[in-house]
C-alpha cells in the first residue's frame, strides 16, 4: 500500500536547464572593449618594464664605470695599497704593493708581510704592526724589503685600524729616490765641516807658501851660478806642489775664490790636451771628440783645467797596464721632465764633458765614496784623496755637476755639466809675455798680518820701484790711510785680519773717501768674494795666495793702469 505525499516535503528539483538567452550586439561590443583594455594595460606594462630595464641597464653601465674607476684609482695608483690582518696576513692588496714586493697579486694574498722585511728592520715592523691593532691613531714605520729576483727596497709603511677593528689599512711607499737625497744631504754637511777645518788652515798654509814663493822668485833673479839655479828650481816645485795641495783643499770645500770669465770649452781642453799627452803617457791611448765646434761657459780657465787634469789622472791609475782614454764634448738640453731623473740636473743648456778610461772601474760601495776628501783606494802615498773631492767642488763653483757610471771590469765614465752660455761679442786678448812690470814711483799701502809675507812682499814692490807704507792690521791701516790718502795710489790688503776690521771693511771705508782708489785683496780663503759677492759690487781685484812674483807684478801694474774704479751702486 503506497503512502500519501508528505505536503511538508520539498518540492522536487528542476531538471532542465534555463532558456538560454540569445547573444546580443551589445554583448559583442562590451567583450571587445574589455579586450582592448586589456591589450593597452599589457603594453602599459611592457613599456614600464622596458623603461625598467634601461634603468637597470644605466645602472649596471654606471655601477661597471664606477668599478674601473675604482679600480684604475686602485691598481694604478702611485703608491701601494695593503689590508692586513691583526697577524700580519696579506688580506688584500693593490698592483703596486705587490710590484714592490716583487710577486704576482694572486701569489702574495695570505702570506705574512714580515717574510718580506729585512732581519735588521724586522724588529721594527713587529712594534709598528703591534701599535696598528692597539691604537686608533696613524702609525708609521719605515722598513728594507727583500724581493726574490730584484735588489732591496727601502719603504715607509703608514697604517690605521679598520672601523670593525678587524683590519689594518696600510699605505706603502718606495722611499728609495727620498733615502738617496738625505744621502747627498749627508754628503754635502761632512763635505761643508770639513771644508770650515780645511780652509782655516789653508788661509796660514797659503801665507807661508806666499813668503815661500816671493823669496825664490826674488832668489832666482840674484842666482850667481847653475847650480843655484838647480836648488831654487827644486824648492820652487815643492812650493808649488804645497800650494795645489791647499787649492785642492779649498776646492771640493768650494772656498776657494773663482775668476769667472767666458770661455770656449773644446778650446780649454785642447789646450790642455797637449801637456795631458806628457803626463799620461805612451801606454794610454788619448782621444778627444766634439759634437759642437764651440761650446761657450762661463769658468776659470785655471780651476776648469786642474779639474780635468784630475779626472784624467784618475783614469791613468785606474789603467796601469794602459789603455784607452776618451773625453768628448756636446751640448745637452734639459726639460722640466728630463731634469727630475737626477736630482742635481735642473732645466736648461748645458755643455757636457764626458770623460771614460777602460780601466778597473769601481765597484757600488767605492762609489757612494768616491767623492769624499781623503777617500782613496791606492797604496799608501800614491794618493791623496782629495783629487775627484776637488773635481766635485770646482764644478759646483761653476754652477755644474758631475755625474759617474762605473762597474768592476766595466771603466768608469764621469760627465760634467756646465751651463751654456752665449758667445761673448769681444774676446780679450792674452797678455804678451814678458819680464815682470816695473813701477814709476808710485805709493802702494800694503796691510799684512803675517809678519814673514809682508816683509818679502815690501821688498819685491820696493825692487820693482814701488814705494810703499805698512801695516799689520786693518786699524792701524786705515788710520795710515786717514793720514797720507792723498799720496797712496793702490790699497793692496789681506782679506782676513785680526783687530775687527778685515780687508774687505777696509776697502768699504777707502771708497767711501776716493770711489776711484784702486784696491787689491789678497787671500787663499774667501768666500766673500764669489761671484756676484760684495767684492765684484765694488769692482776690487783679487789676488789668490799663494802667489808668485810675476802674478803680484801683473796684478799690480795692470790695476794701476786700468781705468778709474766704478761707484759701487
Known amino acids: 500500500m503506497s503512502k500519501p505525499p508528505d505536503p511538508s516535503a520539498a518540492p522536487p528539483r528542476r531538471t532542465s536547464s534555463p532558456p538560454k538567452q540569445e547573444a546580443t550586439e551589445s554583448d559583442g561590443w562590451k567583450s571587445s572593449a574589455q579586450n582592448q583594455r586589456l591589450l593597452h594595460e599589457l603594453r602599459v606594462h611592457q613599456i614600464e618594464l622596458e623603461m625598467q630595464n634601461e634603468e637597470l641597464r644605466a645602472a649596471r653601465v654606471d655601477v661597471e664605470a664606477g668599478l674601473k674607476r675604482y679600480t684604475d684609482l686602485y691598481d694604478f695608483a702611485p703608491v701601494g695599497y695593503l689590508t692586513l690582518s691583526p697577524e700580519g696576513l696579506l688580506r688584500e692588496l693593490n698592483l703596486p704593493a705587490a710590484r714592490l714586493l716583487g710577486r704576482e697579486r694572486s701569489r702574495l694574498v695570505a702570506n705574512r708581510l714580515r717574510t718580506f722585511v729585512s732581519e735588521a728592520t724586522r724588529t721594527t715592523f713587529d712594534v709598528w704592526l703591534g701599535a696598528v691593532f692597539g691604537a686608533q691613531e696613524l702609525q708609521v714605520c719605515e722598513v728594507v724589503l727583500l724581493r726574490d729576483s730584484l735588489p732591496p727596497v727601502p719603504v715607509r709603511l703608514e697604517a690605521r685600524l679598520s672601523f670593525d677593528g678587524q683590519s689594518g689599512r696600510a699605505v706603502i711607499t718606495d722611499i728609495t729616490s727620498r733615502r738617496a737625497l738625505e744621502e747627498e744631504l749627508r754628503q754635502a754637511q761632512k763635505l761643508e765641516a770639513i771644508g770650515l777645518l780645511a780652509g782655516g788652515v789653508a788661509h796660514d798654509f797659503n801665507n807661508i807658501l806666499a813668503a815661500m814663493l816671493l823669496n825664490l822668485g826674488i832668489l832666482r833673479a840674484q842666482r850667481t851660478s847653475l847650480a843655484d839655479g838647480d836648488v831654487l828650481r827644486e824648492l820652487d816645485d815643492l812650493a808649488k806642489r804645497a800650494a795645489r795641495l791647499t ?278 780663503y774667501s768666500p766673500e768674494l764669489e761671484l756676484n759677492g760684495p767684492g765684484s759690487k765694488l769692482h776690487i781685484e783679487y789676488l789668490a795666495k799663494p802667489f808668485e812674483l810675476g802674478t803680484l807684478a801683473d796684478m799690480v801694474r795692470r790695476c794701476l793702469d786700468s781705468a778709474p774704479a766704478a761707484r759701487a751702486e
Request: hydrophobic fraction near 40%; proline fraction near 5%; charge should be negative.
Open 247 to 524: 787649492s785642492q783643499l779649498l776646492l771640493f770645500s768650494r772656498h776657494q775664490v773663482v775668476q769667472l770669465r767666458p770661455l770656449e770649452l773644446n778650446a780649454t781642453l785642447k789646450h790642455l790636451l797637449e801637456m795631458l799627452e806628457r803626463l799620461l803617457g805612451a801606454e794610454i791611448v788619448c782621444s778627444f771628440h766634439t759634437s759642437q765646434p764651440e761650446l761657450w761657459v762661463v769658468g776659470d780657465s785655471a780651476l776648469l783645467e786642474q779639474a780635468v787634469m784630475n779626472l784624467c789622472l784618475n783614469a791613468r791609475d785606474a789603467m796601469p797596464n794602459g789603455g784607452q782614454l776618451s773625453l768628448e764634448t756636446s751640448r745637452v738640453d734639459f726639460d722640466g721632465v728630463t731634469a727630475q731623473a737626477d736630482p742635481k740636473a735642473r732645466a736648461g743648456q748645458f755643455a757636457c764633458l764626458q770623460v771614460s778610461d777602460s780601466g778597473t772601474g769601481m765597484d757600488a760601495e767605492t762609489l757612494k765614496h768616491v767623492f769624499e776628501p781623503f777617500f782613496t783606494t791606492k797604496e799608501a802615498g800614491k794618493g791623496t784623496g782629495l783629487g775627484l773631492a776637488a773635481v766635485f767642488g770646482a764644478i759646483l763653483q761653476h754652477h755644474g755637476w758631475v755625474n759617474v757610471e762605473s762597474g768592476q771590469g766595466r771603466g768608469t765614465t764621469f760627465r760634467v755639466y756646465l751651463p751654456c752660455v752665449a758667445k761673448p761679442e769681444s774676446i780679450p786678448a792674452p797678455a804678451p809675455p814678458g819680464t815682470e812690470p816695473k813701477g814709476t814711483g808710485e805709493t802702494v799701502l800694503v796691510v799684512e798680518d803675517e809678519p814673514a809675507l809682508l816683509a818679502i812682499v815690501t821688498r819685491s814692490l820696493t825692487r820693482l820701484g814701488y814705494r810703499i807704507m805698512q801695516a799689520v792690521d786693518g786699524r792701524r791701516a786705515l788710520a795710515m790711510w786717514e793720514q797720507h790718502a792723498d799720496e797712496i795710489d793702490l790699497v793692496l790688503t789681506d782679506m782676513r785680519m785680526p783687530g775687527g776690521l778685515t780687508g774687505f771693511e777696509l776697502a768699504k771705508r777707502v771708497r767711501q773717501d776716493q770711489p776711484a782708489m784702486k784696491i787689491i785683496l789678497m787671500s787663499g
